[in-house]
């Protein structure tokens, strides 16, 4: 008999529901602080530093600049970073990660400059060590703000104590290896020209410089034929173009190409009050003449000749003979062939000022010509010497860096003097320096280089006896590149840069500690002191004193000592270029501290892109002139952060992203995540929409770990079941474990965290959550201690484990908190574990490939009872009873009904090789199966919801005969 079913008690409280206390809402930007202060004071960095025995790893910092709030291109970095040091810490390795900070250079002291013009003060009546006091505490102040913003962001490391490029030791060192490129002969001053900010008044390195589109001021001047032996060109002009006419006072040539075909042109018609005159004669490049003539307005010309021969002519500048001009510019013009002429744009011809420009410069270098075409025509300034005729004082950009008066004092006086063929307007892209944004200018100055063609006689020469050579071979043979592009951009960047520019004219910095004799010239063998005594004065000094002390009254006597006689020396005040400040870093922090490297060299390097130009390049050159070689072994790269429209962030777009506004709406998991889903090493977009997403992808995430952990029991020793005696279901989840810890392990080791996220997302999302989880909440909820669920249970410890320890580099936070669910505890953190070892037998490919093929069947069984779903004629999974018909060889894969249903999540399910009917549901991703799905058959149990025909046939009213063994 049936027991009574009309009072049937509630069985949930008999269920084993899934307990928690997992929050489903992760309330990050409240709670995250407090596991940051949890890790400070349990001491989590130091405690991994004491695991013995331990390879070791080490990511280099590369320095942010300490002037102002971190951007988002920041927080890219640095959550990066701390992905590779935290994935090699759980890897194995002693991962070491010690921050630091660039101090020194033009950005502090524009920022005190600024402060000073308020103040309506002047810095050059400033003590010279009360205004690098002033830098160095705005410095400080910033490296403590943005220490804060860094450690919100979950990133590890030393913090307690970071590199600072103007502690004392880093000052000591960085003049140390300044004095190693002066004892082994490879420092030199020489004039050329360089990049030059006028507003800042300084040399800038090619990293200090962007490029944005300028309106310029362009002319085409006229040169007249002076002296030649080519009778057709006699009495005509030549024309030049140039969108820089401030350097026309400066010409001192003009060059073509021998292998451009150049005419004669006479103007036959032109409007009267035109520049260009009928009857006048012009040498032009045949491909530009009609271009060039329309630019001056010119109606109608002619072509008379071939211009011939050029060689042995000379030109006159068009100022020759000026009234006032005081013959300034009376002097012949060169005029000869050069490599670098072109027909692409212009005239044909170009216009040499070799003071302003590099290739017009290597030009006469090369020719033994400098000293005649030399000229110091514009200040550091850029304002025209005072004593230039008609144009002295004038100033190419003013203090604000505006366009200034000497472009159209020139024009102007260009047209006077009847040297003016056409004017006009151009944008183009132009360079200004990253920090004040004004344009730049090439000016020719005297300036302390690094010679990377000489050799350096130090014996170092396993990599190439010069600094290129030496970089080069380490770019190829020593280095690891990701992505292996990196290694193109930077090779053709150090095949042809030139000689590095190590000298600034300013105050906040490391001093180039040398001293040159007074009187003798640059080229002379003694004209630089290289005296090792005196070299370890200064640096005895800097130790103890910071580089201020280089700028204390009586520091020439107190270095030279009894040595030097003073009178014979001058102290050179120029500071080093900031690059080579960080580009030493691997010698204060690597070599130096006790929590460096062994070596001395980096496992990593990882910047953005512009560092090829930067910051690995200025790395790699003075690694190669003090240490033979790169001082990193590997070299990571990430793209730029831009807008969710793909624009750049700026604050006039009004677009700009500040990280503390993603903590404090999100938290910096999602940031974190944000992070580790884009590929990194292209340009990155983020928004509010992309945030959003990124949002909803970390719920996904956090739903099955809450499940993971509602469920998770503990199992003992003697629950454990055998690997090989577990459901095929239970080996399946095993086996994805160790293909997926591979791939995990090898993902993090080469720095693919996109790929590691989106492996591990998939596994938790697809095969647990819509799989494992929904197949096995059945067991776990309903049964008593059956193999099923203690099976279910163990492979839930073996999830728990990986994907905590897994995420933990990525999710820094919700894994801590993950973790804790199941090992509370004041010293407990899963930033102290490593990833667990998997077993290599749980792998096992022949029953993962039947498996995935039944899960294949299970798609069209649950396809056939959605389509009854949507019409409404079952509604759950469980009232339904699919009718699966299988091909012969399909019906020995599925040998069990009742794990099948299971599997598809019914409460009955029957198999045919009988013809399916023609009504069947089928699906193309499973030839050979069809479904047809009737109503199950029985009552539904009041405690697992299953429909079955013994509904009611136990002691326990209402439940089916699994429930009333689970009850008993």
């Known amino acids: 008999m049936c027991a009574d079913t009309t009072d049937t008690p509630d069985y949930k409280s008999t269920l084993n529901l899934p307990q928690t206390d997992f929050p489903m809402r992760a309330g990050l930007p409240k709670r995250e602080p407090d596991w940051l202060a949890r890790w400070e004071r349990i001491g989590v960095y130091d405690r991994l530093r004491e695991k013995a025995g331990r390879p070791p790893f080490t990511l280099h910092d590369g320095p942010p600049y300490a002037n102002g709030n971190l951007h988002i291109g920041h927080a890219l970095n640095k959550i990066l970073k701390d992905f590779v040091v935290r994935s090699q810490q759980m890897m194995g390795h002693d991962a070491r ?4 900070w660039d101090c020194h250079g033009l950005p502090i002291e524009w920022k005190i400059e600024e402060q000073y013009r308020k103040k309506g003060r002047d810095k050059d009546d400033v003590p010279v060590n009360e205004f690098r006091g002033e830098c160095r505490d705005f410095a400080a102040e910033w490296v403590d703000i943005q220490r804060a913003q860094f450690k919100r962001l979950g990133v590890t490391g030393n913090w307690a104590d970071p590199y600072l490029t103007m502690d004392f030791h880093a000052e000591r060192v960085i003049a140390e290896e300044f ?21 800042e008044k300084t040399a800038l390195a090619e990293a200090e410089v962007e490029y944005h589109d300028k309106e310029s001021l362009t002319v085409w001047v006229k040169f007249a034929v002076r002296e030649t032996d080519n009778e057709a060109i006699r009495g005509a002009h030549v024309v030049i173009w140039t969108t820089t006419p401030w350097t026309m006072p400066s010409n001192k040539a003009v060059v073509y190409s021998k292998d451009i075909s150049y005419g004669i042109y006479e103007v036959t018609e032109a409007p009267e009050d035109n520049w260009v005159k009928p009857g006048e004669r012009y040498l032009l490049a045949d491909k530009l003449a009609g271009p060039v003539f329309g630019q001056a307005r010119v109606e109608a010309f002619e072509r008379i000749g071939d211009a011939g021969d050029l060689s042995g002519t000379t030109l006159s500048h068009p100022l020759k003979d000026a009234e006032g001009g005081n013959g300034e510019w009376d002097q012949p013009r060169d005029f000869r062939a050069a490599d670098f002429v072109t027909d692409d744009e212009g005239t044909g011809f170009v216009h040499c000022a070799p003071s302003h420009g590099m290739e017009e410069f290597e030009l006469y270098r090369d020719l033994g010509m400098l000293e005649e075409v030399i000229t110091y025509n514009v200040n550091e300034d850029g304002r025209f010497r005072d004593d230039l005729p008609f144009f002295g004082g004038k100033a190419i950009l003013k203090p604000n860096g505006k366009e200034g008066n000497a472009n159209a004092a020139v024009i102007d006086k260009l047209a006077e003097v009847g040297g003016l063929f056409a004017r006009g307007k151009i944008t183009h892209s132009y360079p200004h320096s990253w920090r004040s944004k004004a344009p730049i200018i090439y000016r020719n100055t005297p300036q302390w280089f690094a010679a990377i063609d000489k050799p350096v006689p130090d014996g170092l020469d396993e990599y190439g006896v010069t600094i290129r050579e030496r970089a080069l071979q380490s770019i190829d043979a020593l280095v690891t590149w990701t992505p292996p592009r990196g290694r193109n951009r930077l090779h053709a960047m150090v095949t042809q840069r030139p000689d590095w520019v190590l000298s600034r004219q300013r105050a906040w910095g490391v001093p180039l500690t040398c001293f040159v004799k007074v009187g003798a010239l640059p080229t002379d063998p003694d004209f630089l002191l290289r005296n090792e005594a005196v070299n370890a004065r200064i640096l005895e000094a800097f130790e103890t004193e910071g580089a201020d002390a280089w700028y204390e009254e009586g520091a020439k006597e107190r270095f030279l000592g009894d040595d030097v006689n003073p009178d014979d020396y001058a102290q050179v005040f120029d500071v080093l270029d900031v690059w080579f400040d960080s580009g030493s870093t691997h010698a204060f922090v690597l070599r130096d501290r006790p929590d460096g490297s062994e070596d001395g060299l980096a496992d990593l390097y990882l910047e953005g892109t512009d560092q090829h130009r930067g910051w690995f390049q200025s790395s790699l050159l003075q690694g190669c002139g003090t ?8 070299v990571m790269t990430c793209g730029f952060t831009l807008d969710a429209k793909g624009m750049k962030m700026s604050k006039s777009l009004g677009n700009i992203i500040p990280p503390a506004q993603v903590t404090d709406q999100y938290g910096a998991d999602i940031l974190r995540l944000w992070v580790a889903q884009v590929d990194y090493t292209n340009d990155q977009r983020i928004g509010d929409e992309i945030l959003k997403g990124v949002a909803d992808s970390y719920r996904r995430l956090r739903n099955t770990l809450r499940f993971m952990l509602g469920s998770l029991t503990e199992i003992t020793p003697a629950e454990q079941i055998d690997h090989t005696e577990l459901p095929d279901l239970e080996r399946l989840i095993l086996h994805k474990v160790a293909v997926l810890d591979e791939r995990v392990r090898t993902g993090y080791a080469a720095y693919d965290f996109q790929g590691v996220l989106r492996a591990i997302f998939d596994f938790a999302t697809l095969d647990l959550s819509a799989f494992y989880f929904d197949v096995r909440k059945d067991a776990l909820y309903c049964d008593g201690d059956t193999p099923e669920r203690r099976a279910a249970r163990q492979v839930l410890g073996v999830l728990f484990e ?9 999710l820094t936070f919700t894994m801590e908190e993950v973790w804790l669910e199941v090992h509370p505890g004041d010293e407990s953190s899963v930033h102290l574990q490593d990833f667990p070892q998997t077993p290599v037998v749980w792998k096992d490919a022949p029953l993962a490939e039947r498996m995935e093929r039944l899960r294949a069947l299970r798609r069209v069984v649950t396809g056939a009872i959605e389509v009854k ?40 399910i029957e198999l045919s090789t009988d013809p399916a009917p023609q009504d069947a549901y089928r699906s193309d991703e499973a030839p050979g199966v069809a479904v047809r799905v009737v109503r199950a058959e029985g009552a539904k149990c009041e405690r697992c919801w299953k429909i079955k025909p013994d509904v009611g046939a136990y002691d326990h009213p209402g439940v089916c005969g699994r429930c009333e063994e689970a009850l008993s």
């Open 97 to 100: 990660y010690i921050p630091g």
């Open 179 to 199: 004095q190693k490129f002066l004892m082994n002969g490879t420092l030199y001053q020489g004039s050329k020209p360089v990049m030059w900010s006028p507003v």
């Open 627 to 634: 240490i033979g070689r790169a001082p990193y072994r590997g």
């Open 802 to 810: 990986r994907l905590t320890t897994w995420l933990a580099p990525i």
């Open 869 to 908: 779903r949507t019409a409404k004629e079952i509604g759950s999974s469980l009232e339904a009873k699919p009718i699966v018909y299988l091909s012969p060889e399909l019906a020995d894969l599925v040998s069990e009904a009742a794990s099948f249903a299971t599997l598809c999540i019914t409460s009955d």
